[in-house]
């Protein structure tokens, strides 16, 4: 049971082959069993999860059949669920139960979809290893003295361990498709105003986007589908119409235009991991593609752009955290300004400390220019290389990441060292086009991942290329051994 | 160019972050490491590139002004560390 995809849990449910209470009882035992190892969850809520698969169950009885109606999922834990811990992975945030439901929540909801808890993440979804969580690292289950890549790492691990068929992450600069690319998944970060950011914890306003994790680039279809659409409580929510992006997973890939950036080829990338790249190439070529060399000049600047604008939107977003409405507040304070001192130094982990100093440097006064608008100049340039190239190609393909996952605590003396980690993905971010990574191999038994970029709104090409790629690989069908 | 322990202090207040002081020299050296890495924008010409706040560069959308939204402040206040009597209690702050 645990090892079936979304679209295959559709099908036993409208068979009748079991009942979304009869899953998720068989998933919340395995989580039980198995996620000690892993530390993928923060928060299981079998409870709610055992009413709402009944509710479900009633739904079906009633005669509804929609494809996530009983479906299991999760939600990275900066999702706002009612009632229910929402942690950010930050002891800030330990005892904060949200006073209302995330617009994703409420719509995977409304779908049928039963949520079997809170899902591990790197402390307010700075890192890329998920080893700055509060609640300590996730464990990557191809290998459990590695990292699983982050900032959505306990999504990774818990779709890629069978804990889940599907999970929602959130991607600022790279934290849905990295993860998924070290773990063996597809993922998908739609375009910036896709997916509402309403009740998602901010961590860099103008880059965060909400996305789906799961085995399948048919899955990642089935839940943007409920995820994605207008929301009148985000003012960032594009009101754009819906592709329907499951009717388009079937079209041929026949005369598609497949750029390849040399700077994705260049210094720094694993050998071994361009070989895979180069072989999916040759696989989407026999599925009727063509390639065509490309470059994007400036992507060589993309991380000290993100450096500063990501960190100067955190220390703007962070300072909520001041210990008087929510979250975790100091022992007694001598002052106003003590209080605020002591319950931010207590609450908040190093690495969430050292981008909130930075970005405060970089919006503080006399530096402004030099650091904020400058990156923001870089962000057009890096933006108008994109649009160049989406006038020559359909799609943009490269590897996800220039390494394998590595061994926890290998990168946690130098934090620019896991910065750097991140250069193939932050660019999408920046310029707010959908990106998707899908597996492509294996390296030494760990994961590989190729990365799909497509031009704004264009997420159901991304869907369709990985769908058909999927038909003729078997690298995503492979599960971790253990589970 | 490289923060002296003063600036980080300064940094650190502004951003109201309590530092021990046997914390500064190794928040200065890895601030430091970061700048670094940040300053390689300064070799980026961008001589009269117009900076893109927000990707889609759309501008915020309004609505008509309407009350939508009903009172929450009990469940609100609820998650707050300190009430009374709806209000949210902070150390004194006037003598």
Known sequence: MHQLTLAGIARALAAKTFSAEELTRTLLTRIEQLDPQLNAFVTVTADQALEQARAADARRAAGENGPLLGAPIAHKDLFCTLGIRTSCGSKILDAFKAPYDATVVQRLADAGAVSLGKLNMDEFAMGSANESSYYGPVKNPWDLSRVPGGSSGGSAAAVAARLLPAATGTDTGGSIRQPAALTNLTGLKPTYGRVSRWGMIAYASSLDQGGPMARTAEDCALMLGAMAGFDPKDSTSVDQPLDDYLAALGKPLNGLRIGLPKEYFGEGLDARIADAVMAAVEELKKLGATVKDISLPNMQHAIPSYYVIAPAEASSNLSRFDGVRFGYRCENPVDLTDLYKRSRAEGFGDEVKRRIMVGTYALSAGYYDAYYIKAQQIRRLIKNDFVSAFEEVDVILGPTTPNLAWKLGEKNADPVSAYLEDIYTITANLAGIPGLSMPAGFVDGLPVGVQLLAPYFQESRLLNVAHQYQQVTEWHKQAPSGF | ?95
Do not use: C, F, W
């Not at chain 2, 300064?10 to 530092?19: E, N, Q, T, V, Y």
């Open chain 2, 1 to 95: 160019m490289a923060l002296e322990r003063s600036e980080v202090e300064k940094i650190a207040h502004l951003a109201r972050l309590g530092l021990n002081d046997a914390d500064l020299p190794r928040t200065t050296e890895t601030l430091n490491t970061i700048l670094g890495l940040i300053d390689r924008m300064q070799a980026v010409d961008t001589q009269g590139i117009e900076p893109l706040a927000h990707p889609l560069e759309t501008s915020q959308r309004l609505r008509a002004d309407e009350v939508t939204e009903s009172n929450q402040r009990d469940a609100y206040q609820a998650i707050a560390p300190a009430v009374e009597e709806g209000l949210y209690l902070v150390p004194r702050v006037i003598e």
